[in-house]
């Protein structure tokens, strides 16, 4: 079973905010959520992480539902290098890392 | 920042072969994963390492095994290739992230290598 349910594709326009949802409505209380991003022709980056509250790091933001069945990575200004398949990832007290099958984020310019 | 190499991007192999890939992470750091990635199915783990002569089956071992004689050495080997191993084979080891504000704990993250496109014909 899927840990996360994320669009297959989005779109936005170059310098415009992307909102990056996705699903997580079996998480548990220890399950920490990571987002990673890939790049053509590259593995897999670590962007951001988060357990409970909403953070911000110099890539993005992350914002948690209360409930935190769900979640949202946010890029606030999109460039042509933002373009990538993102991954929403669940990591369990063990260590072990859910990937789903991402979303590819075309930036349009 | 943690470097994570893997020796081959491209690998072209004829079924029935051994193929070793091997990656090595600049960090010491104990733990190594390899996984594979293929569209439709993302990435699946295969085995992983928490140590020297340490291994632990994933998801996905059958057709595969590892070996990690030294810490920064992590090897996937597909003893007899078969045209379903073609795929891309992502190796990766944990680096500790700190919270991204102050106060806020931090967390193990994957560090990946760039990739190995295996093909087997």
């Known amino acids: 079973d899927a840990k996360t349910t994320q669009p297959n594709s989005m779109e936005s326009n170059e310098e415009e905010p992307v909102h990056l949802p996705c699903n997580h409505s079996t998480i548990s209380g220890t399950d920490y959520i990571h987002w990673y991003r890939q790049l053509p022709s590259q593995g897999p980056e670590y962007v951001i992480h988060g357990l409970t509250s909403n953070v911000n790091n110099r890539m993005a933001s992350l914002a948690i539902a209360e409930d935190r069945k769900s979640s949202t990575l946010i890029l606030h200004r999109a460039t042509l290098r933002d373009a990538a398949v993102y991954y929403c990832?669940?990591?369990?007290?063990?260590?072990?890392?859910?990937f789903g099958t991402g979303t590819s984020l075309t930036v349009i310019p | 920042d943690v470097k994570v190499t893997q020796s081959s991007r491209y690998l072209v192999k004829r079924t029935g072969e051994k193929v070793f890939l091997e990656c090595v992470q600049d960090?010491?750091?104990?733990?190594m994963f390899w996984y594979r990635q293929d569209p439709g199915l993302g990435l699946r783990l295969i085995y992983f390492s928490y140590d020297v002569k340490m291994k632990e089956k994933g998801d996905i071992p059958e057709g595969y095994s590892v070996s990690r004689e030294k810490k920064e050495r992590f090897s996937l080997i597909l003893e007899s290739a078969s045209t379903n191993q073609t795929s891309m084979y992502l190796c990766?080891?944990?680096?500790?992230?700190?919270?991204?504000?102050?106060?806020?704990?931090?967390?193990?993250?994957?560090?990946f290598g760039a990739g190995s496109r295996l093909t087997v014909l």
């Open positions: 990832i669940l990591r369990d007290p063990g260590n072990q890392f859910y």
């Open positions: 960090m010491d750091h104990e733990n």
């Open positions: 990766a080891t944990f680096t500790w992230k700190a919270g991204p504000e102050e106060g806020r704990s931090g967390a193990n993250v994957l560090t």
